[in-house]
C-alpha cells in the first residue's frame, strides 16, 4: 500500500502507532474525519511519505518530534486541529523537501514554534500556513530566508513590529496570496512595490499605517481593515483593480470623498469602509454592481439623501449606513433590493416608516432618527424578523397587536445567513441597561426596543408570545394599561424596560419566573400593590427599578404593604424562623399561665382575708353601703336640681 486515502470519512478515536509498520507510504490522507489525540512517534518510520494531508480532525495532542525524519515529505498539512505544545527545530530540520507547510490551531496560541530567531531552516516553502500558533514578536530569520513564497498564511500568529521591506520585495512577483491578518505589525507598507500576481490580500487588524496601498492590479480580495492608514481612496481605484470584489478598508482613519468609481465596478460583492473620515454624499450611480451584496459606509460624515439608485442592487442583503448626517426618506425603491439587514441608525431621516419592507429582513435598525407616524402592520409578516430597533424617533399610536405573527421570535430561527455571510456585521443596541456591540453571535439576539417615541395605548399581551425575546424596551412613551400578566412566558427575556410610561395596576407574579432576567426597570408608572418576590426577582433588590410608583409597597422600596411585618432585622434562615416561633409559642404560653396564677393569687388572697378576719369584713361590707348611699344621694340631688332649672 503506498497511497492510501481515507478522507471525508466519519473515522473516529487516535491514530495507531502501527501505522509506522507502513514503510512503503508515499501520500496518506486522513483529513476530514475526527481522528484525536497526538500523532504517533511511529511517523517517522515512513521514510518515503511525500503528502502527509490531517487537516480537520479533532487532534488534540502534540506534533511528535519524529516528525522531522521524514527527509522526502514535500507536503504537511496539519491545519484546522487543536493542537498544542512546542515546535522545535527537531521538528523542522531533516524536511529539506518541503514545499507546503500548514498548521493551525482552534486553540488560540497553544502551540509554540520554540526555534532561535537566527535559524536557517533546509527547506524553501512555496506555500505557508499557520494560524493562532505563536511564532514569537519578531518577525523570525526562518521566515524571512523563504523567498520563494507564493501563497502566505500568518494570521494571530503573534507577530509585532515592523516587517522587513526586503523580504516583501522578494516575494512580490510571484505572490498570489497574501495573509497577515490579526497580529501587532506596524510600520508603514512600501509604496513602491507591485503585486501583479496577488488575488488576496489580507494586512487587516494590525497597525499598519501611512497611505494606503494600491499596487494589486488583479486583486479580487482586499482587507485593509482594523490598521492606521490615514489618506483618501484613490478616485481611480476601479481602474487600478478591475477584477476586484471585497473591499474592505473600515476602521481606519481614510478622509475624503467615496470615488464615484466604486459602484461602478460590476464585480463587486462586499463594499466595506465604515467607521473612518468620510464625508460628502454617497455615489448617485449604482446601477452597474449586479453582484453587490453587502453596503456598509457607517460612521462617517456623510451627507444628503440615500440615492434611489441603491434600489438597482437585486442582490444586494446588507446595507449599513448608520451614524452619518444623512436626511430625507427612505427611498422606496430599496423594496427591489433583497434586503436581509437594514441599519440606517443614528441619522437624520424622517417621513413615515415604509411598510414594504421585505418579507426575509432579519434586522431592522432605525434608531435615533426623525421618523414620524405609526408602526405599519405590515411588519407583522416578517416572519424572519429577530431585531426591530426603533428607539429615539417621533413616532405614535399604538404598538401593533399582530406581533404573534413574528413566528422567529416564537420558534426561534435556524437561519444561519449571519454566519455564513463572508461579511461580518456589527452593530450595536442597547441591553442590560447599557450600549453594547454585537458581531460572532448577531445572529443569537433576539431584540425589540421602541423606547425613546411618543406611542399609546396598552402593551398587545401578543407580546407575551414572543418567547425567544431577550430584550424589551419599551421606556419614555405614553403607553397605559396593566402589564400583560402572561408577561412570564418570555423564558429568555434577560432586559425588561417599561419604565416612563403610565402603567397601571400591579406588577404580574409572572415575572418572578423569569431565570435569565438581568436587567428591569419599571420606574415612574402608575402601579399599585405589592411587589412580586421570588427566584430571580430576589437578585433584582435595587429600589430604583420601581422609583416613581407612589402606590407600590413591599421590598426592596421603603414603604410596607399592609399585613407585612415591621420588624426591620437581619434576614434569617428558615431554620431560624422555626426555632423563633417556637421560641415566640412557649413565651406566650408562660404568659398566659402568669396572668392565671396572678389572678388566682389575688382574688384568693382578698377573699381568704375577709372570710377569716371578722372585723375586716364588718368594715369592708360597709365601706361598700357607704358608698353606694354617696352615690344615690348625688343622682338624687342631679335629678331635682334638673327638674328646678327646666320648670
Known amino acids: 500500500m503506498e497511497s492510501p486515502d481515507l478522507s471525508y470519512n466519519r473515522l473516529v478515536g487516535e491514530i495507531p502507532d502501527s501505522l509506522g509498520r507502513l514503510g512503503s507510504l508515499t501520500n496518506l490522507f486522513l483529513d476530514f474525519n475526527s481522528f484525536s489525540g497526538s500523532i504517533p ?42 493542537w498544542e505544545g512546542v515546535i522545535t527545530e527537531a521538528h523542522l530540520m531533516n524536511l529539506t523537501r518541503l514545499e507546503g507547510f500548514a498548521v493551525t490551531t482552534y486553540k488560540n496560541q497553544s502551540l509554540i514554534f520554540n526555534v532561535t530567531y537566527d535559524w536557517v531552516p533546509p527547506f524553501k516553502l512555496k506555500y505557508l500556513e ?20 507564493t501563497e502566505v498564511i500568518l494570521r494571530n500568529v503573534g507577530i509585532s513590529g515592523a516587517i522587513p521591506e526586503d523580504w516583501f520585495s522578494k516575494i512580490s512577483s510571484q505572490l498570489t496570496l497574501l495573509d497577515l491578518s490579526n497580529n501587532q505589525i506596524s510600520g508603514k507598507f512600501p509604496q513602491h512595490l507591485v503585486f501583479p500576481n496577488v488575488t488576496s490580500f489580507d494586512l487587516g487588524n494590525n497597525r499598519f499605517k501611512g497611505p494606503i496601498p494600491f499596487c494589486f492590479k488583479n486583486v479580487v ?39 464615484l468609481s466604486i459602484p461602478k465596478k460590476e464585480m463587486l460583492v462586499i463594499l466595506s469602509l465604515g467607521k473612518n473620515q468620510l464625508s460628502g454624499e454617497l455615489p448617485h450611480h449604482w446601477n452597474d454592481s449586479q453582484f453587490l451584496k453587502v453596503v456598509d459606509i457607517a460612521y462617517n460624515n456623510l451627507s444628503g439623501k440615500i440615492p434611489n439608485s441603491v434600489g438597482f442592487l437585486n442582490s444586494l442583503g446588507v446595507l449599513v449606513l448608520s451614524n452619518n448626517n444623512l436626511y430625507g426618506e427612505i427611498p422606496s425603491s430599496l423594496r427591489n433590493c433583497s434586503l436581509r439587514s437594514i441599519d440606517l441608525g443614528g441619522n437624520y431621516l424622517s417621513g413615515n416608516l415604509p411598510s ?20 405599519p402592520r405590515q411588519w407583522c409578516n416578517l416572519p424572519s424578523l429577530h431585531i426591530l430597533d426603533l428607539a429615539q424617533n417621533n413616532l405614535y399610536g399604538g404598538i401593533p397587536d399582530c406581533l404573534d ?59 407575551s408570545r414572543l418567547i425567544e425575546l431577550g430584550t424589551v424596551n419599551l421606556s419614555i412613551n405614553h403607553l397605559t394599561g396593566n402589564i ?77 404593604c399592609p399585613g407585612d411585618e415591621t420588624f426591620d432585622g437581619p434576614t434569617i434562615t428558615s431554620s431560624s424562623v422555626d426555632d423563633k416561633q417556637d421560641g415566640d409559642d412557649y413565651e406566650r404560653l408562660w404568659f398566659y399561665v402568669s396572668i392565671g396564677l396572678g389572678f388566682v393569687v389575688g382574688f384568693w388572697s382578698v377573699c381568704c382575708t375577709l372570710v377569716v378576719k371578722k372585723s375586716w369584713r364588718h368594715w369592708y361590707f360597709q365601706f361598700c353601703d357607704d358608698i353606694k348611699d354617696r352615690i344615690s344621694l348625688i343622682v338624687a340631688l342631679k335629678v331635682v336640681h334638673l327638674k328646678r332649672k327646666f320648670g
Open 41 to 82: 512517534s511511529s511517523i517517522g518510520n515512513l521514510s518515503s511519505l511525500q503528502v502527509f494531508f490531517l487537516l480537520e480532525n479533532k487532534m488534540n495532542g502534540t506534533i511528535p518530534e519524529s516528525l522531522g525524519q521524514l527527509s522526502k515529505l514535500v507536503s504537511l498539512q496539519l491545519d484546522m486541529n487543536s
Open 130 to 149: 499557520l494560524e493562532s500558533c505563536l511564532i514569537g514578536s519578531k518577525f523570525p530569520i526562518w521566515l524571512q530566508v523563504q523567498t520563494e513564497l
Open 221 to 259: 480580495l482586499l482587507r485593509l481593515g482594523s490598521n492606521l492608514f490615514s489618506s483618501p481612496i484613490p478616485s481611480n481605484i476601479g481602474d487600478l483593480m478591475p477584477k476586484l470584489q471585497v473591499l474592505d478598508h473600515s476602521k481606519n482613519h481614510l478622509f475624503g470623498t467615496i470615488p
Open 356 to 375: 414594504w419592507i421585505g418579507p426575509h429582513v432579519l434586522m431592522l435598525r432605525l434608531r435615533s432618527n426623525l421618523f414620524s407616524g405609526i408602526i
Open 405 to 463: 405573527n413574528l413566528t422567529a421570535l416564537i420558534y426561534g430561527d435556524n437561519n444561519s445567513y449571519f454566519r455564513e455571510n463572508p461579511y461580518q456585521e456589527e452593530t450595536t443596541l442597547v441591553a442590560k441597561g447599557q450600549e453594547l456591540l454585537y458581531g460572532r453571535i448577531l445572529e443569537f439576539v433576539s431584540s425589540i426596543d421602541l423606547s425613546g417615541n411618543h406611542l399609546t395605548g396598552e402593551i398587545p399581551n401578543e407580546l
Open 484 to 560: 400583560p400578566q402572561n408577561i412570564g412566558n418570555l423564558r429568555w427575556l434577560e432586559t425588561l424596560d417599561l419604565s416612563k410610561n403610565s402603567l397601571s395596576g400591579p406588577i404580574p407574579q409572572s415575572l418572578s419566573s423569569l431565570t435569565f432576567l438581568a436587567h428591569l426597570n419599571l420606574s415612574f408608572n402608575n402601579l399599585v400593590g405589592k411587589i412580586p418576590s421570588g427566584n430571580q426577582l430576589q437578585t433584582l433588590n435595587d429600589a430604583s427599578i420601581y422609583k416613581g410608583n407612589p402606590s407600590l409597597c413591599g421590598s426592596p422600596l421603603p414603604t410596607k
